[in-house]
Every structure is written in structure tokens, then in C-alpha cells.
């Protein structure tokens, strides 16, 4: 676990980069995040998944996997792939600070 | 993320069985999901996975597998392979998993490369016409090798 600072707030993030504790993420964090995972701009797609990930948590307690969000989110698959080429549902979590999805579908 | 991170895996699905394909598309999906690149090379019976006619029928294995925990002379009756697919395609359907058509276009939108072999198209007489529309080509062993360079290689 390892303590960084995302526009300005301190946060605490595990190995992987993912947040310890969602409650601490707010919006004007993500495109600092965004930017960590190379992704330079925030579009309205990107938003979109960004805010389904925060809701699914909340509701589910989990994130989505890449197969619940094409089929549930709005953006196809391969849109997905094209806002976050490095694995949507994983790189999405990260930017929305929810712990990274489980599930092997 | 550690240094000796996978980036690229090929995965080869050989079999034509349920149990023999699923493996290979779950580990190619997983792997996307992970952002690793993920390529798909079927051969063999394998081949039935994308083919345009078998892949909705493709079946699991009664005889000759001892995981199915029946009397191999049981596994030979007629019915019981189909049986067997229906209980395995019900528990993986609850579970959503996707059927084998689907998950190939899934995992073919999640940008994995998705190849046939040459020599088992030549062996079954099959041309290209007769696979899914997902397959971006049929290649030879070598050509398999060229593009599996600098990453990890699955025999399934």
C-alpha cells in the first residue's frame, strides 16, 4: 500500500494501483488518473464507463468485467477496447477508484 | 505492475470437444482483460470452434473421460454425450458464460487475433468460406511462430 497524491488530495492506493478506500475518489481525480494510464483526454464514452463503474460498485460491491460492461454499459466491446486499450474493465476501476473487478467472463 | 509482467500470449485450441475449447477462449478473453495481447490459433478439431456450421454443436466428451465420473460403457450410449453437453451448457449458462459462437466474436471485439491452421484446413478439406467471419486468416505453423515471437505460447 502506498500513499500518492491525485490533483491535489492524498490517497492511498494498493500494488496495483487501485484505490483502498472508493470513498475517498472524486470526479475531478480521474483525468489525473486518466492521464497515469496514458489516456490524455476524458470523452463523454469515457465518462460513461467511468460512472457506470462507480454505480455498479456501489449497487454490487464489485466492478464489472469487460463482458458485463458491453453488454450493460451503453459501449460496445470494441469501443471499449478503443478508450482503454489496456484492458477496459481493469484500467476503467482504476480511473473510477473502485477496487479492480473479479471474474474470469 | 512487476517488470516480468505477460504482454502477449498465443493460445492454441486443438481439440473439438467442449471441454477442450472453453479452455483456450476463457485464457485468450482473460488475457484481454488483463491488456495483455492475445492471439488464437485453432487446428485440428479445434477447428470445429469456428466453424460456421459445427461450432453451435460442439459437444462433450462421455467417453475416453474419466472426469465424468461414469462407467465408460454409459458414456457410450447414445444420448448421453448430448445429455452431458445440455447439463455442462445449463451450469455455464447460470454462470454466464457465453456460447462458443458468441465468445469467439466477443473475444475477437476485444482485439485478440484470431487464426486458422493451414494444415488441418487442407486435412478437412475446409477453405475459409466455410469458417466464421471472425478468423482473420489461415496460416501456416511458421507463420504461427512469427507472430507468437516475444510472448508466451498455450497448448491446449
Not at chain 2, 9 to 25: A, D, F, N, W
Request: proline share 5%; aromatic share 8%.
Amino acid at each position: 500500500m502506498t500513499t500518492k497524491t491525485v490533483a491535489g488530495h492524498d490517497i492511498e492506493v494498493n500494488d496495483e494501483g487501485f484505490f483502498v478506500d472508493p470513498e475517498a475518489w472524486t470526479e475531478d481525480m480521474a483525468p489525473a488518473l486518466a492521464a497515469e494510464e496514458g489516456i490524455d483526454a476524458l470523452t463523454d464514452q469515457h465518462w460513461t464507463v467511468i460512472r457506470f463503474m462507480r454505480s455498479e460498485y456501489a449497487e454490487k460491491g464489485t466492478g464489472p468485467t469487460v463482458r458485463v460492461l458491453g453488454k450493460t454499459s451503453g459501449v460496445s466491446v470494441k469501443e471499449l477496447y478503443q478508450l482503454f486499450p489496456k484492458g477496459p474493465a481493469k484500467i476503467a476501476a482504476r480511473i473510477a477508484g473502485i477496487p479492480k473487478p473479479r471474474g474470469c467472463i | 505492475m512487476s517488470d516480468n509482467a505477460i504482454e502477449k500470449v498465443s493460445i492454441i485450441i486443438s481439440k473439438g470437444s467442449l471441454e477442450g475449447i472453453y479452455p483456450g477462449l476463457i485464457m485468450a478473453n482473460g488475457a484481454r482483460a488483463e491488456g495483455i495481447e492475445a492471439n488464437l490459433f485453432f487446428t485440428f478439431f479445434g477447428l470445429d470452434a469456428i466453424h460456421r456450421k459445427r461450432h453451435e454443436h460442439i459437444k462433450a466428451a462421455t467417453v475416453g473421460n474419466p472426469g465424468m465420473h461414469m462407467a465408460t460403457m454409459l458414456g457410450g450410449l447414445p444420448g448421453m454425450s448430448a445429455i452431458a453437453t445440455h447439463m455442462m451448457e445449463k451450469q455455464m449458462t447460470e454462470l454466464d458464460i457465453p456460447s462458443i459462437p458468441e465468445f469467439i466474436e466477443f473475444i475477437a471485439d476485444t482485439g485478440a487475433g484470431i487464426y486458422a491452421c493451414q494444415l488441418a484446413m487442407d486435412m478437412f478439406k475446409l477453405s475459409k468460406d466455410d469458417l466464421v467471419e471472425q478468423v482473420e486468416d489461415v496460416i501456416t505453423v511458421g507463420e504461427f511462430y512469427e507472430k507468437a515471437a516475444g510472448g508466451q505460447i498455450i497448448f491446449t
